[in-house]
Nanobody, 115 residues
């Protein structure tokens, strides 16, 4: 059974940095895509960044140049480094895995950016 476990997040002032980590467990092979989505209060969940097992990346326009996604395929982990954080980055961040036409989600971790 595939499971995702996030860590990181928390409270930070605007302009600060935070890092998120996500570890996948279970039988997972390439190709697959891992990434991060976020959901702000009253808004729909949106893609933040994703990375294929072949290292192709995709970023939301709102985070380009500020966030960086990376992954360790051997450890089945994905990371999100968030710099120059803004209050509008506040939300619950979910780790995501797309594998063999199934979408898996972590439990989510709160990121709050104070102004």
């Amino acid at each position: 059974q595939v499971r995702l476990a996030e860590s990181g997040g928390g409270l930070v002032q605007a302009g600060g940095s935070l890092g998120l980590s996500c570890a996948a467990s279970g039988s997972i092979f390439s190709p697959n895509t891992m990434g991060w989505y976020r959901q702000a209060p009253g808004k729909q969940r949106e893609l933040v960044a994703s990375m294929t097992s072949g290292s192709s990346t995709n970023y939301a326009d709102s985070v380009k140049g500020r966030f960086a996604i990376s992954r360790d395929n051997a450890k089945k982990m994905v990371f999100l480094q968030m710099n120059s954080l803004k209050p509008e980055d506040t939300g619950v961040y979910y780790c995501n895995l797309d594998y063999r036409a199934i979408r898996y989600w972590g439990q989510g971790t709160q990121v709050t950016v104070s102004s």
